[in-house]
């Protein structure tokens, strides 16, 4: 191929191209193309080009395309960018990206980057980035926002005010509604939400809220205090974010105020802020589900080592604790050596009872996130899943015995006692897995721990045990009246 041939990946695309999107997929194909196209024409130094293409996207796009570009032409194509989009672009940018771009920017457009970001943004940048490079923002922040920052970073880690930003627009009671347009349009540039006014006392204690619409909507002279919703749910500095994020969910809130111990307000959560709260908890328990230490890095910025890392000491506990299995079998080692079939049952019994308990353990975690399900519940959570372990029971046991008497024990003289042993093994062990894999969870929140940590593989590798030892106590039952034992 010569080398002024374009690939496919490649091809050309104007601005008409872009304009011309109109749904998720056509973006994502857009946004592929460009990824290709831009270091070509990094290459053949067509920057007017360039600009004209990123400037038609949206800053969340643009991140997309400079997280998959070469690491050495993110800083040419950010410096492209019109400044405001620039700005925009680099908070949704990674922490390692960031990183790149922060060395490479003289002092004056790291100053003028970080008077554009958001408070919140910066917190968050913050704490990705190594200490030589948070000296260096530090030192080109002012004084206001170094105060703002050094507030937010003394929260707790996972608590509501780790996560608030101070820039919001607060309107005081006395105030006409003319006011508090003149007060909005004054100070609401650098706010992260007009939408939401909060209204509070000369103190900042928080008294009311008012929403655009409700400024709207009345005349101008009316006073805040006569239009102000004065029922304001608002949440702690130290509650944990999870249930900050669920409160927000559950009210559709685009922002939150948070208060401090006398009820000051001291910052907002906003709806943007959540959905990443909601994000990061979902996949730490969807790893914590799978046996892996949770890691809050993209996948392929995690090393081998540090995956390994991650995985091997849980893989090692499971290894171990199949010892109690391994222990039971050997147990009955005489009774499997003289009716050899029922060994043959062993994977199906322990992968039936593992999946039954998964299925319970992981519905009810997911319950408990959702805040459906309590550890006072138990009981009600017990007697409803026992329901549907006797019917999952008596159909697994039906099949079963049909299989395991017309496939597997067909030519045995006792055929139709080891299909029923393995029929009546099925019920009960479904009705013991669902029972554990409903109860672990909520014993273990009641402790105050993490629900997903008990989830499919402990609770697989414990019903394991348990169906073994059904099992072999009811094959002993049946088996011993034909002298079989």
């Known amino acids: 191929m010569e080398e002024n041939e374009k690939t496919p990946e490649s091809e050309d695309i104007d601005v008409e191209d872009i304009n011309d999107v109109n749904d998720i997929e056509d973006i994502e194909e857009i946004n592929d193309k460009l990824t290709d196209l831009i270091p070509e024409l990094i290459e053949s130094r067509d920057f007017q080009k360039v600009k004209e293409l990123l400037r038609e996207l949206e800053p969340q796009d643009v991140a997309i395309i400079l997280e998959d570009i070469p690491f050495d032409l993110v800083p040419v194509v950010f410096r492209l960018l019109p400044k405001t989009m620039a700005a925009d672009c680099f908070s949704e940018m990674s922490a390692d990206a960031q990183e790149i771009l922060i060395k490479g920017f003289s002092d004056s457009e ?24 948070v000296k260096r923002i530090l ?13 937010i970073l003394k929260y707790p880690k996972d608590s509501a005010g780790s996560i608030m930003t101070v820039e919001y627009v607060r309107l005081e009671k006395n105030m006409s509604i003319a006011d508090a347009f003149a007060r909005i349009r004054r100070v609401g ?37 006569e239009i102000m919703d004065t029922n304001v749910i608002c949440v702690t500095t130290d509650e944990d974010k999870e249930a900050v994020a669920a409160t927000m969910s559950k009210y559709d809130f685009l922002a939150i105020p948070v208060v401090d111990a006398d009820n000051r307000l001291v910052g907002i959560v906003t709806v943007d802020d959540a959905i990443d709260v909601i994000q990061d908890e979902a996949t730490e328990d969807i790893t914590k589900m799978a046996a892996i230490t949770p890691n809050d890095k993209p996948y392929f910025k995690v090393g081998v080592f540090s995956t390994w890392l991650s995985r091997i000491p849980w893989l090692l506990l ?17 009774a499997l050596s003289k009716v050899i079939i029922l060994t043959s049952f062993i994977p199906m019994l322990m992968d039936t009872a593992g999946n039954a308990g998964g299925q319970a353990s992981v519905t009810i975690i997911r319950a408990i996130s959702l805040g459906e399900v309590e550890p006072k519940d138990i009981l009600r959570v017990l007697w409803k899943e026992f329901r549907v372990a006797f019917l999952c029971g008596v159909s697994l046991a039906a099949v079963g015995f049909l299989k395991a008497f017309i496939f597997d024990a067909r030519g045995e003289p006792e055929a139709l006692l080891v299909a029923l042993t393995v029929a009546i093994t099925l019920a009960a062990t479904v009705v013991v897995a669902k029972a554990v894999g409903c109860c672990m969870p909520l014993l273990i929140k009641k402790l105050g721990f993490d629900p997903a940590v008990v989830a499919s593989p402990f609770i697989t590798t414990i019903v394991d045990a348990i169906s073994l030892v059904v099992y072999f106590a009811i094959a002993t039952a049946i088996l011993p009246a034909l002298n079989m034992l």
């Open 139 to 151: 030192a080109n922040c002012d004084s206001e926002s170094r105060a703002q920052i050094n507030q």
């Open 318 to 334: 499971l290894m171990l604790s199949a010892t109690f299995t391994g222990a039971i079998i050997s147990h009955y080692e005489d």
């Open 110 to 133: 790291l100053k003028f980057i970080l008077d554009e970001l958001y408070i919140d943004d910066t917190v968050d940048m913050i704490e990705e980035m190594p200490a030589n490079v």
């Open 189 to 225: 540039t650098d706010k992260e939400t007009i939408y939401t006014c909060y209204v509070t006392e000369s103190d900042k204690t928080l008294v009311g809220v008012v929403s655009a619409m409700d400024l709207m909507l009345n005349d101008t002279d009316k006073l805040i205090s």
